[in-house]
């Protein structure tokens, strides 16, 4: 097959539980067959952590070993990567790769990550550590009143969009105007004017790109989600995380508030009783988390929807096409 001189992009989205690791491993074994170099680039934020394995359904060392993965196991818990830190190292790595006729599979379940890469993010601002923790101060002092108060003159527009309890979101706003002087409702009017599901205006406009959004109907869905919530137990999620804390971690660390950890801190500290009652709030907490991604990626334009599980033959002759293109 001939190789296409323009840089290809593999884009694969869909809730969790879905099979798209699997499925990133068999469209580069197939590139690979065909001649063609391509390397995956992870963006499920959870995975971007060395010390979580079973709760994030980190693929494995023999899906890793059959193509080359990127941005896998490349942070501590103490200290979370960010969008920008991603957005910053998928860029580089795309750039490199494009540069030598790599095609790259982008696979991940994080939407706000893939947004970030793929749109752009707001301007990022330079707030001094020193004003940030002034700021830290007053809100374990006197609460987000004060920041309300701030945003009253001088972004009525953010304090009119946010709920008054998103205080992160408030506490971001007032971050941002103290640092750029602008208010961050005209960044945020500026990114809905460009269209922030659109991806086929986004931030490599050189390259092709090929989105498969994965979707599996909600009955056969919610069956796998159960059944993946009672093998992280079987393979030993309990054990994982009583080691981390073990270890000196406190269990407050960011990434282990999420799905599947946050339930078995509550296990250990006896606010769950049995392993079973486990299973089905991790099931539970999991199936949110499937809708709300699902709802997020279904906006996103253009993309090819596919059931893993029955179209196979849909997604292969989508890329035997797009290779060709």
Known sequence: MKKSSKPKIVLITGPTGTGK???????????????????IINF?????????????????????????HFLIDIASIKNELNAHAFCKQAKDLIKQFTQNGKYIILVGGSPFYIRALMK??????????????????????DGIEPF?????????????????????????????????????SEEHH?????????????????SDLLHFYFDIPKDEHWKILKQRARLMIEQGLVLETKALLDNGYSGEEKPLQSVGYKETLAYLNGEIAEPDELAEKIYIST?????????????????ITVNPLVDSTTILKTLYDFMQA
């Open 287 to 303: 199936r949110q988390l499937a809708k709300t991604q699902r709802t997020f990626f279904k906006r996103i334009t253009p993309k």
């Open 120 to 141: 752009g993010m707001y301007r990022s601002d330079n707030l001094s550590p020193d004003m940030k923790n002034n700021l830290q101060e007053i809100y374990k002092r």
């Open 44 to 68: 499920d934020s959870l995975c971007f952590y060395k010390e979580l394995t079973i709760g994030t359904a980190k693929p494995g060392a023999a899906l890793l070993s059959k193509v080359e």
């Open 148 to 184: 309300l108060q701030y945003l009253r003159i001088f972004d009525p527009a953010s304090l009119a969009r946010l709920h008054v309890n998103d205080h992160y979101r408030l506490l971001r706003a007032v971050e941002y105007n103290i640092s750029t002087e602008r208010p961050i």
């Open 21 to 39: 690791s699997d499925w990133a491993v068999k469209l580069g074994l197939i590139l690979k067959e065909h001649g063609q170099e391509c390397a």
């Open 190 to 206: 500026e990114f809905q004017e460009e269209g922030p599901y659109d991806f086929s205006k986004n931030q490599f406009p050189e």
